[in-house]
């Protein structure tokens, strides 16, 4: 089964006396265990569709299923129980909070889990920090981080409350090249060894070629996919 699966969802925002149509009658299937990159040019609607899929935002039209379950008739509060059990989210400018350090950054989604004691909350801190490669700094907030360890600490803290599906919106877009490889290669090597899927948006082509399936956006519509082969040869003929 679909671990998300989006039919005919459209979103119109309303712009003074006009509407945008960030999307436009949007259908994907995303199975588990996915490396996914959602391509396109900036305002082709990628963050719209990963806020929907996250449950930060609903659609105009059309459903989004989460694991099966149909989150459009959802509560506020189930929204909120979805998103803290199942998805994590990694953002463009990293969304740490300044005053608390990299530990309690990666904690504080663990707090909504009212079954982990606090033990239990800091033996997961200390393992995903471990995984992401920082089991050193916890002890550092943010602005004592580099842009690529704050992006570390944001993935711990998307994998913490063991989340099999992570939505990453741009997540390289403010890390230099070789830096944000190393943040797609720590994805990778997640998705292989943990099974948890990815869908990440981007517009930089060498973050692209790492994708297992590629699906191309403009203008609030999906163009055109691609899987890994095609990628894989595309990327060999450049
Ligand atoms: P991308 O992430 O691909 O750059 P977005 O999903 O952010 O694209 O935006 C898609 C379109 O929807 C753009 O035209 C953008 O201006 C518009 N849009 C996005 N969010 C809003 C909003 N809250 N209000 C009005 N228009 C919006
Ligand atoms: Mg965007």
Known sequence: MAIVKVEKVSKRYPLGEQVVEALRDVSLAVEPGAFLAIAGPSGSGKSTLLNIIGCIDTPSAGRVLIDGQDVSGKTPDQLADVRARTLGFIFQTFNLLPVLSAEENVEYPLLQLRELSR?????????????????????????????????????????????????????????????????????????????????????????????????HMEDGRILREETAGALQAEEAGA
């Open 119 to 215: 033990a239990e909350r800091r033996e997961r801190v200390a393992h995903y920090l471990d995984m992401v490669g920082l089991a050193r700094y916890g002890s550092h907030r943010p602005n004592q981080l580099s842009g690529g360890q704050r992006q570390r600490v944001a993935i711990a803290r998307a994998l913490a409350t063991h989340s099999r599906l992570v939505l990453a919106d741009e997540p390289t877009a403010n890390l230099d090249r070789e830096t944000g490889r190393s943040i797609l290669e720590l994805m990778q090597r997640i998705n292989s060894q943990a099974g948890t899927t990815f869908v990440f948006s981007t517009h930089d082509s060498h973050v692209m070629a790492m994708a297992d399936r590629l699906v």
